[in-house]
Structure formats: structure tokens, C-alpha cells
């Protein structure tokens, strides 16, 4: 983990201070007390001036500050941008801007046919001639706050334009450095350049910088900043050999003439600012801004709570999730400016999920509100009205997700219904489908059966959920039974209007599947799925192969009540299954029905016993008496010579 950082030691800060205004008057002083504190400068390497002296005052005066500048190895006196100026700038005072320029940086921006990316303004305020002729170089030191007020950033350069945006006429070459980088240029003998759109480079360090060419600060500690009152200047307390080879900034900082910025970490004398840029650059304690990282984080959080609406249907753990998201974000930003000086914007992430998840959790408190009168409503097409006022007393059974639950599953559909469709008109054929789903429909609620869809003309139900049923293979039998008996009365109907017949297949199974609502809370489906389900779709299309309008698995068989009739079919390998499944056909209960059942099983133990003989004879018997469908299948197999075992089936 990184020490806490400090400023370098190469820079100090000169106060004009409270004790210092306290021995020499308020401020602004006789220029000759600031000129004979700058003799104990001379061994430092920069004096920067934060400070301007823009007006005139006695002759002598002004010339001794000029002199002592003069004889600072390097001295660097500042100046303002302004929007308005009523100073007149005289053709000596431009020439030191000319001489300060930065020719090297222009020329890159040139030729990479780039505008200069910096502040501008129309106009300067700039030190008299006397003192700037004592100046080794000119910085400004104008700056810009943040939105909030705060100042985070630190510029490298301006231009000067007219306030249309358009380049003065005689500046439209010169791009301007701040006194900070200024003060790098003569510490470091090296000069800023360009290294792309967002980038320079100086004193052997890049620079990273904002769409107005501000480098972000990293300030330090307060207390960590080297600084010492101007009055122990003039008092001697320090050697001259104190300030060798340090940059020193003098400004002021006693209180109605100092100059006072609010910060990230609170109010500071502003030359620290110039302190700051300084040491970043010496230390390498630049800032770089994440700008993909933030705008990665903006989208997510906007996202989020369109995702969690999907995937959590509780909304107090929704908001806990936004919470503790923003919260990791915050320590994990806060953990890359510790650790490696990377900063990422976390207020604008912080609006993004609040406006987002406050916009998506009203839109879904009010879908919810709908969901829960309309409840009632929707569930009635699908449900008896006794089974529906349980659901609505225990409505837990419809939250988002499933259960496993033993249910027996019935699949129904008409035969040959191609051939139907193709000889009526679409609306007749939708009128006819009307009219069959009706009586099926209800007998599955009329026994406790939940409807689960209609799949053109299959319809698919199953019995056991959303509310428990009480023998419910035998409900679901029972159903079945009822809907071969409601088909009987509608194709007698359907006979003196000239209609054709409709045939269906029936086939049930009782397993162990996953129930319950699928999809989102808004907008779910409460079906079944699992291979129980797949496979009672399975037995349905079987139905056919024997001539059978209801079969049933060996897994409902046994859970059947005394009183169904049922006949072994036989065992078979459903495609998509590795393991065979004893097939039986569900009977009316009937004197003629309980024959057809004694004699075929007599004619199956012929089969199974391999006396395909006896068992052809038995099976072309009961053809004959009881024109029998599933005799046609066996007397196929025994006439092919094909041995009692397992069917495979190779269709669905």
C-alpha cells in the first residue's frame, strides 16, 4: 500500500501573512520591503510571483522590486486573463508575452491541425514595465472552479482571444504557460509538448488533461505544506543557503488580501495550488482520470435496476443490492486514487441509480398493483372457481420461480387436424376449435385441473397446482374420461350439420416436475416443466399408433383409484428416452369394455408366453367381435413374426 504523500521537498511556500501584515502594514506594502526580502532568495533555483503589481507607485519604489528580480536566478512574475480590462497593455509588456510564449507547443498544434484546448480571454492584466524587466519569464495564474465551486484542476496553458472566440490579431500565434509550468520549464530546463489530444509532456512526466486543458490536482495534506512567513524572510531566521535549489512561491495569504480557494479537502491560500501542480509533477503524483471506467460505471448503474426488476422480486432487497453496488463503487474508486492515483467520478454514477432504480421501482410498484387486481381475472380462465378462491387466500404459489411438485400432466389433440383446417375457411375453422376447447376446457376445471394452454389444437393441463388436489391421477383420469364423453355429444352435433368427426388422443403421466411462475414479475407464464411433462406429450402422440383414445404410464397407474378401467398396452422407448415406460390404455367403465379387457389380456399372456399362434387367434377373435383397434396393432406384429419385448419408438 502507498505512505501517505508528501509534497516535494524542493518547493516553499513564502507567506504574507498575519504577522507578517502585523510588523509592515496592511497589504499592499512599499515595494522595497518585498525587494529586500527577495535578496534572501537568491540562491533559490524559482521565485514565483503570485502577486501582480499593476499599477504604478513611487519611481524608487518600483525599481528596487525590478532590481531585486532581476537578480533572482530565475524569477517568474504572473498575470491575469480578464473578460474586461481597462489597462492599457504597451508594446513592452507584449513583447514579454511574446518572450514567454510557448513557440515549441504551437507548432505541434499546428501541425497536427488542432485548436489550442485551453482558457482564453480577450484581455490581460499584467505587471508594470519597471518590474517586468526584472522578471525572468511570465506565467498566468487565472483558473477556473468546477461546477460545485471547487477548484480540482490545474491549467497548463492559455490563449488570448477576442470574446467571439476568435484569436486577437496580433496573439493568434502564442499559446500563454501558467506560472506553475512555467516554473517546471526553468527547474527542469526542458520545455511542454504536445503528445496527442489529451496528453503533453513535461519534465519528464505526462500530462493528462481535461477538454479545457486542466491537469487534475492531488492535493496534499495541509500541514504538509513547506511554507514560512515573509516577515522570517526579512528577519534573516533563514540562510540564504535555506531556499538553494528550491522553487519558491510568494503570495499572500493574511485575510481581506489573501487570496482563499475552496478544495476538495477545504479552503487554502491559492499559491498553493501552483505548490500542488509543482509537486505532482516532481513526486509523480498526477491524477489520471478514468474517464472509461466512470462511464462504464454510469451505464451499469443505469442498467441495474432494470436488471434486478427481472431477476429479484423483493423490493426492499433490490434497494439493499443499489446500496451496497454504489457503496463497492465508492471504495473501490476511493481505493484507486490511494493506491495508484487513478480518479473516477462517483456523483454522476450516484444520480444515475437513484433517478434509475426510483423511475423503474415506481413503474413496477404500479405493474404490481395492476398484477394484483388483475389476478382474479386472469386466473379464472384457467381455474375452478373453488380452486381460484384458495389461490387467492394463499397466493404465495404464484411468486416468480418454481418448485418441485409430483403433478400428473394431460395432453390432448386432435387427430388428422391438417386434413380439418384445409377443408374449411379460416374463420370456420377458428369457430370450430371454439367449440371444441369449451367442453374440454371444462372438464378439466370441472375436476381441479389447472389449463395450461392451448398449442394450436393440442391443450395441455395439469392437476396438483397452483393448489394441492386430492387424488389427482384420478382426477386427471377422470377428466380425460369426461372429455371422450363431452367430444361424443359435440360430434353428434357436429354430424347433422355436416361436419366430420373429431377424433382426439389423450395421454397422461404423473411425475415429479418444476411448477410454478416463469418469467418476469410483470409478465409470467405458471406452467410445468421436466421430463414428465415431456414424456405425457410423448404417450398423447402414442395414442395413434395403437388406435387408443386414452393412455397412461405405469407411473400413474398405481395411484389410481379401484374404480378406472385399464388395460395393459405395452412397454415402449419414447424417442428421446433411454429407458422403456409401460403404456396403458384408461376404459369407460362398461359390461363391453370389461370383455375387450379380459380377452386381450388372455390374448397378451399367448404373446408374452411366445405362442404367437394362440395369441394371433385370440387377438383376430377379439377384432372380429369388438373391432377392437389395438387387436389390429398386435395381429401386425404376430403376422411379421415380431417377439414380445420392448417397442421402440423412432417418432414423436
Given at each position: 500500500m502507498r505512505q501517505d504523500k508528501t509534497p516535494s521537498g524542493d518547493v516553499l511556500f513564502v507567506a504574507v501573512d498575519e504577522p507578517s501584515v502585523n510588523i509592515y502594514g496592511r497589504w499592499p506594502w512599499n515595494r522595497e520591503i518585498i525587494a529586500q526580502g527577495l535578496d534572501q532568495l537568491s540562491k533559490a533555483d524559482v521565485v514565483l510571483m503570485d502577486m501582480i503589481f499593476s499599477e504604478p507607485t513611487l519611481e524608487e519604489q518600483d525599481e528596487a522590486l525590478g532590481e531585486a528580480l532581476d537578480g533572482l536566478n530565475n524569477s517568474v512574475c504572473g498575470f491575469f486573463l480578464r473578460k474586461k480590462s481597462t489597462q492599457n497593455i504597451s508594446e513592452e509588456q507584449e513583447d514579454v508575452l511574446v518572450d514567454s510564449a510557448l513557440d515549441r507547443l504551437l507548432v505541434q498544434i499546428r501541425a497536427n491541425n488542432n485548436k489550442p484546448n485551453f482558457v482564453?480571454?480577450?484581455?490581460?492584466?499584467?505587471?508594470?514595465?519597471?518590474?517586468?524587466?526584472?522578471?525572468?519569464?511570465?506565467?498566468?495564474?487565472?483558473?477556473?472552479?468546477?461546477?460545485?465551486?471547487?477548484?480540482?484542476?490545474?491549467?497548463?496553458?492559455?490563449?488570448?482571444?477576442?470574446?467571439?472566440?476568435?484569436?486577437?490579431?496580433?496573439?493568434?500565434?502564442l499559446i500563454y504557460p501558467s506560472l506553475g509550468v512555467q516554473a517546471l520549464r526553468l527547474r527542469t530546463n526542458s520545455d511542454i509538448l504536445r503528445v496527442d489530444d489529451t496528453h503533453l509532456s513535461l519534465a519528464?512526466?505526462?500530462?493528462?488533461?481535461?477538454?479545457?486543458?486542466?491537469?487534475?490536482?492531488?492535493?496534499?495534506?495541509?500541514e504538509l505544506y513547506q511554507s514560512i512567513s515573509f516577515s522570517d524572510l526579512i528577519s534573516k531566521r533563514y540562510s540564504k543557503d535555506f531556499f538553494e535549489n528550491k522553487i519558491v512561491i510568494l503570495g499572500i495569504t493574511d485575510i481581506g488580501a489573501g487570496d482563499i480557494r475552496a478544495t476538495p479537502l477545504g479552503e487554502i491560500p491559492g499559491p498553493l495550488l501552483h505548490y500542488t501542480f509543482i509537486s505532482n509533477v516532481l513526486e509523480n503524483h498526477l491524477i489520471n482520470d478514468s474517464y472509461k471506467i466512470t462511464a462504464f460505471a454510469l451505464s451499469f448503474l443505469i442498467l441495474l435496476p432494470l436488471l434486478l426488476i427481472f431477476i429479484v422480486n423483493r423490493t426492499g432487497l433490490r434497494v439493499v443490492i443499489y446500496i451496497s453496488?454504489?457503496?463497492?463503487?465508492?471504495?473501490?474508486?476511493?481505493?484507486?486514487?490511494?493506491?495508484?492515483?487513478?480518479y473516477i467520478d462517483v456523483f454522476y454514477p450516484l444520480i444515475a441509480i437513484f433517478l434509475s432504480g426510483a423511475i423503474l421501482e415506481i413503474i413496477e410498484f404500479t405493474l404490481q398493483e395492476q398484477k394484483s387486481r388483475f389476478v382474479k381475472g386472469a386466473f379464472s380462465n384457467y381455474l375452478s372457481g373453488d380452486l381460484l378462491d384458495q389461490l387467492i387466500e394463499n397466493p404465495e404459489g404464484l411468486n416468480l420461480g418454481g418448485e418441485n411438485k409430483e403433478l400428473t400432466v394431460l395432453f390432448s389433440d386432435i387427430r388428422s387436424f391438417t386434413s380439418i383446417s384445409e377443408s374449411m375457411s379460416p374463420e370456420a375453422l377458428i369457430t370450430l376449435l371454439n367449440r371444441y376447447f369449451t367442453p374440454m376446457t371444462n372438464s378439466v376445471l370441472n375436476h381441479g385441473g389447472m389449463l395450461d394452454k392451448y398449442i394450436g389444437d393440442a391443450l395441455m393441463a395439469f392437476f396438483n397446482a397452483p393448489v394441492d388436489v386430492k387424488n389427482h391421477p384420478s382426477a386427471a383420469c377422470d377428466s380425460a374420461l369426461e372429455m371422450?364423453?363431452?367430444?361424443?355429444?359435440?360430434?353428434?352435433?357436429?354430424?347433422?350439420?355436416?361436419?366430420?368427426?373429431?377424433?382426439?388422443?389423450?395421454?397422461?403421466?404423473?411425475?415429479?416436475?418444476?411448477?410454478?411462475?416463469?418469467?418476469?414479475?410483470?409478465?409470467?407464464?405458471?406452467?410445468?416443466?421436466?421430463?414428465?411433462?415431456?414424456?405425457?406429450?410423448?404417450?398423447?402422440?402414442?395414442?395413434?399408433?395403437?388406435?387408443?383414445?386414452?393412455?397412461?404410464?405405469?407411473?400413474?397407474?398405481?395411484?389410481?383409484?379401484?374404480?378406472?378401467?385399464?388395460?395393459?398396452?405395452?412397454?415402449?422407448?419414447?424417442?428421446?428416452?433411454?429407458?422403456?415406460?409401460?403404456?396403458?390404455?384408461?376404459?369407460?367403465?362398461?359390461?363391453?369394455?370389461?370383455?375387450?379387457?379380459?380377452?386381450?389380456?388372455?390374448?397378451?399372456?399367448?404373446?408374452?408366453?411366445?405362442?404367437?399362434?394362440?395369441?394371433?387367434?385370440?387377438?383376430?377373435?377379439?377384432?372380429?367381435?369388438?373391432?377392437?383397434?389395438?387387436?389390429?396393432?398386435?395381429?401386425?406384429?404376430?403376422?411379421?413374426?415380431?417377439?414380445?419385448?420392448?417397442?421402440?419408438?423412432?417418432?414423436?
Open positions: 482564453s480571454a480577450p484581455y490581460t492584466e499584467m505587471n508594470i514595465e519597471t518590474i517586468l524587466d526584472g522578471c525572468s519569464m511570465s506565467g498566468a495564474f487565472s483558473t477556473i472552479r468546477d461546477e460545485d465551486q471547487l477548484l480540482r484542476g490545474y491549467p497548463t496553458a492559455y490563449f488570448i482571444a477576442e470574446e467571439n472566440g476568435d484569436l486577437d490579431e496580433h496573439d493568434s500565434e519528464n512526466r505526462v500530462l493528462e488533461l481535461n477538454e479545457k486543458g486542466f491537469v487534475r490536482l492531488n492535493y496534499y495534506k495541509k453496488t454504489y457503496v463497492a463503487l465508492f471504495f473501490f474508486a476511493r481505493w484507486m486514487f490511494v493506491e495508484n492515483y487513478i371422450i364423453e363431452e367430444l361424443d355429444k359435440l360430434n353428434e352435433v357436429l354430424k347433422k350439420e355436416g361436419i366430420a368427426a373429431i377424433e382426439i388422443g389423450i395421454g397422461i403421466n404423473t411425475a415429479e416436475v418444476v411448477v410454478g411462475n416463469m418469467g418476469s414479475d410483470t409478465r409470467f407464464n405458471y406452467t410445468v416443466i421436466g421430463d414428465g411433462v415431456n414424456l405425457a406429450s410423448r404417450v398423447e402422440g402414442l395414442t395413434k399408433n395403437y388406435g387408443v383414445k386414452i393412455l397412461i404410464t405405469e407411473f400413474t397407474l398405481p395411484l389410481l383409484e379401484d374404480r378406472f378401467l385399464t388395460r395393459e398396452i405395452e412397454s415402449v422407448m419414447v424417442k428421446g428416452k433411454n429407458e422403456a415406460v409401460s403404456l396403458f390404455e384408461l376404459m369407460k367403465v362398461s359390461i363391453k369394455n370389461q370383455v375387450i379387457k379380459e380377452e386381450h389380456d388372455v390374448a397378451l399372456e399367448f404373446y408374452k408366453a411366445g405362442d404367437h399362434a394362440s395369441a394371433l387367434e385370440a387377438f383376430k377373435k377379439l377384432l372380429t367381435e369388438s373391432n377392437d383397434r389395438v387387436a389390429t396393432y398386435y395381429i401386425d406384429l404376430l403376422e411379421n413374426d415380431t417377439p414380445w419385448g420392448i417397442h421402440k419408438m423412432t417418432t414423436k
